[in-house]
């Protein structure tokens, strides 16, 4: 194998990585996307919430309507909403780690495959006398490729970390409404024996 050969199993190699560049960018274009059109949807619902809650206030007729206006089902229907927000929103990151997940899977591997490739190929056309500084040359890219797995390893920790987190918030969320409930449930029932 000549010079111009290995310049060119480099150079498929490379371009192998540009095409995975442009598929996950392409990716994280689309989940924000779909992140920025839960947000303009969240917002709206949220301001037409707001603007509806604000109008029945105004409209009310005495206090007693009012606190009944802002009772715990009123503020659990808006923890509800949030608690979906945050569902959604936890779905479209889920999805898309995963969609980075398989990309980076399917890179490693055709990284490894490659690496692996131009590294017989070479071997097989060394000259003689040579097989000391292949021998040492495949240790090295041995390692560079054990770097890989390990990065596989650890992006799959980071996506299990993210997605664990996500559902802690919205457990988190979850629990705020309860008590939420909780504390006002007693408050309603005092208010309505006395």
Same mark, same amino acid.
């Given at each position: ?19 995975? +560049? ?8 689309? /989940? !924000?996307?779909?992140?920025? =059109? ?14 509806? &809650?604000?109008?029945? #206030? ?9 606190? =009944?206006?802002? +009772?715990? =089902? ?16 936890? %779905? #479209?990151?889920r *999805?898309? /780690? @995963? ?12 990284l490894? /495959?490659?690496?692996? *490739?131009?590294? /017989?190929?070479? $071997? ?17 890219? &041995?390692?560079?490729?054990? &770097? ?8 799959k920790?980071?996506? +299990?970390?993210? =997605?664990?987190?996500?559902?802690? !918030?919205? *457990?988190?969320?979850? &629990?705020?409404?309860?008590?939420? @409930? %909780? $504390?006002?449930?007693?408050? +309603?029932?005092?208010?309505?024996? !006395?």
């Amino acid at each position: 194998m000549n010079q111009d050969q290995i310049t060119a199993k480099l150079s498929q190699m490379n371009s192998k990585g540009l095409e995975t +560049s442009f598929s996950l960018s392409e990716a994280a274009l689309e /989940n !924000a996307q779909k992140l920025a =059109e839960l947000n303009y949807a969240a917002s709206k619902d949220a301001l037409v919430n707001a603007q509806d &809650g604000i109008q029945q #206030v105004l409209t009310a007729k005495d206090p007693k309507q009012v606190n =009944e206006l802002l +009772s715990a =089902e009123s503020l659990q229907a808006a923890g509800n909403q949030a608690a979906a927000y945050q569902k959604k929103v936890s %779905k #479209v990151l889920r *999805d898309g /780690n @995963k969609e980075f997940a398989n990309v980076v899977d399917a890179s490693i591997d055709h990284l490894q /495959n490659g690496f692996q *490739d131009w590294i /017989n190929t070479v $071997a097989a056309n060394a000259p003689a006398g040579s097989d000391v500084f292949v021998s040492s040359f495949k240790t090295v890219y &041995g390692s560079a490729l054990q &770097g890989f797995e390990q990065f596989r390893a650890a992006s799959k920790e980071a996506f +299990s970390t993210a =997605e664990k987190t996500a559902d802690q !918030a919205i *457990d988190a969320v979850q &629990g705020q409404i309860a008590q939420v @409930k %909780k $504390a006002a449930t007693p408050a +309603s029932r005092s208010r309505k024996t !006395a």
